[in-house]
Nanobody, 117 residues
Framework: EVQLVESGGGLVQPGGSLRLSCAAS????????MSWVRQAPGKGLEWVSS????????SYADSVKRRFTISRDNAKNTLYLRLNNLKTEDTAMYYC??????????RGQGTQVTVSS
């Protein structure tokens, strides 16, 4: 069974940082691209970032470029997203997904990020 389990979210002040993790199981993690997407309250799903299977290429939404960093550890079957200089508009449920996609067919249950003073 394919499983993706996100963690690391929380409440942080504007300008703060978080690191999200996504533990993958049930498939050969190291041969798949992976993505992060997010959904703010009352809004649709928004693609955040994607990374190739060997981390040779990454891509970011303009709204998070130069603030967020996607990475992966294939030995640990884990995907990461480092969030720096957080803004109130970054408040959302963050999901990791299998594949290079803005709407992954396989997603975890999500981890909540709330940016507020």
């Amino acid at each position: 069974e394919v499983q993706l389990v996100e963690s690391g979210g929380g409440l942080v002040q504007p300008g703060g940082s978080l690191r999200l993790s996504c533990a993958a199981s049930g498939f050969t993690f190291g041969i798949y691209s992976m993505s992060w997407v997010r959904q703010a309250p009352g809004k649709g799903l928004e693609w955040v970032s994607s990374i190739m299977s060997d981390a040779s290429r990454t891509s970011y939404a303009d709204s998070v470029k130069r603030r967020f960093t996607i990475s992966r550890d294939n030995a640990k079957n884990t995907l990461y997203l480092r969030l720096n200089n957080l803004k109130t508009e970054d408040t959302a449920m963050y999901y990791c997904g299998k594949g290079w996609s803005g709407n992954p067919s396989v997603r975890g249950q999500g981890t909540q990020v709330t940016v507020s003073s």
